[in-house]
């Protein structure tokens, strides 16, 4: 195979999160925690802790706000050479403001990332040998669903990797604040015949794409519709705000194989943003540094996914040796230290 710079890189909006401290509510509190995240910035960030080189292509503010998301980028290994900046006046990153819950008020969310400058991203942003340098692309239905603009630069960015060889990877990630399920369909289902690796919930599937049957049944069929090669989909359960469980389905299309694993019980959340991207990069790691491992996409997906809820913040931070620790406690029926020492 043809060695490539990259073994994953990612389009998406690089946010700002703004939480207030100790399960402070927004209405009330004097003070935020400062962040960074965005869903495709947390799978790369993932996939590089993991061990695997990863960048990740956005447009971001040329200003102060700009260099503390850079920082960060570079803090989780993740190149920033294919981030473009907006010199405008009115250059801005997006802003989230995340209110954690406890039983029984539910975590919120206020989103403020409406003209940002990843709004005017274009290939023409950059270089050409941009689309020949990773083994693997991949996007969500969050980038797409951000502006005509940001539509148009995926689905052709999708489409110029792919015409290079890479493998394309694309996770449904449905927001119903940022457009309507009919939407969404109408604009994912241009991209479907040119993605290879599909992550796509149960009910994402049945209110997005009205699938009918089972959760086996609806990833099955998306392989039958497109040439799709493997389908994920995560299984959370929510007990409270506080305690989830969590687990998830491969399906290998190429020898019609479902792929399980039992479930990661009473997970004690800490912080439950980007624990679905954290399943993504994951199973991506597991796919790319194994000769596409479905066995061990699952393994280090669910892993991936059930410790970031015990972390604060968008972005894991587990490396290699901690996940792995994750996994074989995890298949440990037999006695399991309380600390590691």
């Known amino acids: 195979m043809e060695m490539k710079e990259f073994d994953l890189l990612a389009l998406g909006e690089i946010l700002l999160r703004l939480s207030p401290p100790n399960n402070e509510r927004i209405v009330r509190g004097d003070t935020f925690e400062k962040q960074v995240g965005g869903a495709e910035l947390n799978v790369v960030s993932g996939v590089s802790l993991l061990g695997l080189r990863t960048g990740i292509i956005s447009k971001i503010p040329a200003n102060n706000i700009g260099i503390f998301a850079k920082n960060k980028v570079r803090f989780g290994g993740v190149s920033d050479d294919y981030l473009a900046y907006d010199s405008e006046k009115d250059a801005r990153l997006g802003i989230y403001y995340y209110e954690n819950?406890?039983?029984?008020?539910?975590?919120?969310?206020?989103?403020?990332?409406?003209?940002?400058?990843?709004?005017?991203?274009?290939?023409?942003?950059?270089?050409?040998?941009?689309?020949s340098s990773t083994k693997c692309f991949h996007t969500s239905g969050i980038t797409l669903a951000l502006s005509e603009q940001c539509r148009k630069t995926g689905i052709e960015m999708i489409k110029r990797f792919k015409e290079q060889g890479a493998i394309i990877s694309f996770d449904v990630n449905f927001r119903l604040n940022l457009w309507s399920g009919d939407e969404a369909r109408a604009c994912i289902e241009q991209i479907l015949p040119y993605v290879d690796i599909f992550f796509c919930s149960e009910d994402t599937a049945r209110l997005t794409f009205d699938k009918e049957g089972d959760v086996k049944d609806i990833m099955k069929s998306f392989t039958q519709d497109y040439p799709i090669s493997?389908?994920?989909?995560?299984?959370?359960?929510?007990?409270?705000?506080?305690?989830?469980?969590?687990?998830?389905?491969?399906?290998?299309?190429?020898?019609?194989?479902?792929?399980?694993?039992?479930?990661?019980?009473?997970?004690?959340?800490?912080?439950?943003?980007?624990?679905?991207?954290?399943?993504?990069?994951?199973?991506?790691?597991?796919?790319?540094?194994?000769?596409?491992?479905?066995?061990?996409?699952?393994?280090?997906?669910?892993?991936?996914?059930?410790v970031k809820n015990t972390i604060p913040g968008d972005m894991p931070s587990l490396n290699l040796n901690e996940i792995n620790a994750i996994i074989c406690d995890h298949n440990n029926t037999g006695y399991q230290s309380e600390m590691n020492r």
């Open 101 to 131: 819950g406890a039983f029984p008020r539910k975590p919120g969310v206020v989103y403020d990332r409406m003209h940002t400058s990843v709004n005017k991203i274009s290939v023409e942003d950059f270089p050409e040998s941009l689309f």
């Open 230 to 306: 493997i389908v994920a989909s995560t299984q959370r359960t929510v007990h409270s705000p506080k305690v989830h469980s969590f687990t998830s389905v491969i399906y290998e299309k190429e020898t019609d194989t479902f792929y399980e694993e039992p479930s990661y019980k009473n997970i004690e959340v800490v912080d439950r943003i980007g624990s679905g991207d954290a399943y993504v990069s994951g199973a991506l790691y597991g796919l790319l540094s194994e000769n596409g491992s479905c066995g061990k996409a699952i393994r280090y997906g669910n892993a991936s996914s059930a």
